[in-house]
């Protein structure tokens, strides 16, 4: 992985910020098109990162971890709205826009982890930077994966299980929003201590499968 990673934190923010955002950005088109124009007439359905930026989410957290050079990549831009009751297929709909982001973040690391592999000729910083933004879309889609709220795995889960199972989910995730930052800090210490090391060995192991290099 040393390998590959660029030296320059400005380019590691900008993948992490852009990433975040593309995330985002998927959520609101999965609801669009399962019917729900709600993200796409409040303006969310745009790459332009203006609307989507959260002060603490989108750049003091993020800035405060690549700049330390921190083996964590994590932020959040602005939740996308959307209506599930708008949504047509209501069995599955929310899943499916739970599940919409995490699957951008790791399309996009399949695909630049495939030019790593195989990008033979490229000049070396092309590698890099497709080795970094791998890495990072790897860490944030895996991580929105677990099944903590707010994260995508989370409500995922909560949409997929039948109305009587979920209803013990939600009032979990009604509780832990109620919280507030507390709640995200605890989270984040939780993970810190018990789960940041297997987590991030999985993450290098992803990714060295997908590049070829460790």
Do not use: C
Not at 5 to 29: R, T
Not at 55 to 62: A, K, T
């Amino acid at each position: 992985m040393s390998n590959y990673m660029i030296p320059d934190a400005i380019l590691g923010f900008l993948i992490l910020i852009i990433s975040i955002i593309l995330h985002e950005v998927a959520h609101g088109y999965a609801a669009n098109a399962l019917g729900d124009p709600t993200a796409r007439l409040s303006g969310r359905l745009t790459l332009n990162p203006i609307p989507h930026l959260d002060l603490m989410g989108s750049i003091i957290i993020p800035a405060l971890l690549v700049f330390t050079s921190s083996p964590v990549y994590f932020g959040w831009a602005k939740p996308v709205p959307y209506n599930p009751y708008n949504l047509t297929h209501r069995r599955w709909g929310e899943t499916f826009v739970a599940l919409a982001g995490s699957s951008t973040n790791l399309l996009l690391a399949v695909i630049f982890g495939l030019i790593v592999r195989f990008g033979f000729g490229l000049p070396s910083t092309a590698i890099s930077i497709a080795a970094l933004i791998t890495f990072v879309n790897l860490f944030l889609g895996l991580f929105n994966l677990i099944p903590f709220p707010p994260l995508d795995g989370y409500t995922a889960l909560r949409s997929a299980l039948p109305w009587s199972m979920s209803q013990g989910l939600a009032n979990f995730e009604h509780q832990i929003r109620n919280a507030g930052a507390l709640a995200l800090i605890l989270f984040l210490i939780a993970f810190s201590y018990l789960l940041a090391a297997p987590f991030f060995l999985l993450v290098l192991r992803i990714f060295t499968l997908l590049t070829g290099s460790a």
